[in-house]
T-cell receptor
């Protein structure tokens, strides 16, 4: 059973360009979470999605950031008009979404975004 | 504000020794999870302990949870050089009918000297 897949692993963009980060959850998982990690920091929650629905986007910056998890295909985190401060590691996690309790989140290897 | 606060921030021990890392949090939780991150890599889930549990074991790992003190500890016994990594605690809020975000601490850097 493959784990959470993220691509690309490394992404370099110039200021003003768009960054698209992809995440394929573990097989059978219908819940996806995006987190951002700045150097020497812990992970900060960004958004939580189920298929075709955004459940919690309380950690998403109000502008330039968007996320989707379509019925078919991977989850996408899109950053428009990137700025240097967007440089970070972006991690995706997935979980089964079992009813009744909060279950384990399994993380992908991350996408390291560098904005020049 | 930071929900999970680990201490110490850095720990250096000799191979074979035990490593104890602590985590404190501020608000009620559904569960607390510990993750390991090797330099430049993703997070590996180590263990989850629920709010109604007090202690849990997994191999060389032992986790305790004291909800009255809002704290948890992770003990790694008989440490190995391969245990060198950053360790994070993460808390999940009380269950309200749906899964939820995890709130992470800043992490503890563990170095195990061969």
């Amino acid at each position: 059973n493959a784990g959470v897949m993220q691509n690309p692993r490394h992404l370099v963009r110039r200021r003003g360009q768009e960054a698209r980060l992809r995440c394929s959850p573990m097989k059978g998982h219908s819940h996806v979470y995006w987190y951002r990690q700045l150097p020497e920091e812990g992970l900060k929650f960004m958004v939580y999605l189920q298929k075709e629905n955004i459940i919690d986007e309380s950690g998403m910056p109000k502008e330039r950031f968007s996320a989707e998890f379509p019925k078919e295909g991977p989850s996408i985190l899109r950053i428009q008009q990137v700025v240097r401060g967007d440089s970070a590691a972006y991690f995706c996690a997935s979980s089964l979404g079992l009813a009744g309790y909060t279950d384990t989140q399994y993380f992908g290897p991350g996408t390291r975004l560098t904005v020049l | 504000s930071q929900q999970g606060e680990e201490d110490p921030q850095a720990l250096s021990i000799q191979e074979g020794e035990n490593a104890t890392m602590n985590c404190s949090y501020k608000t009620s939780i559904n569960n607390l999870q510990w993750y390991r991150q090797n330099s430049g890599r993703g997070l590996v889930h180590l263990i989850l302990i629920r709010s109604n549990e007090r202690e849990k074991h997994s191999g060389r790992l032992r986790v305790t949870l004291d909800t009255s003190k809002k704290s948890s500890s992770l003990l790694i016994t008989a440490s190995r050089a391969a245990d060198t990594a950053s360790y994070f605690c993460a808390t999940a809020p009380p269950y309200t009918g749906a899964n939820s975000k995890l709130t992470f601490g800043k992490g503890i850097t563990l170095s195990v000297r061969p």
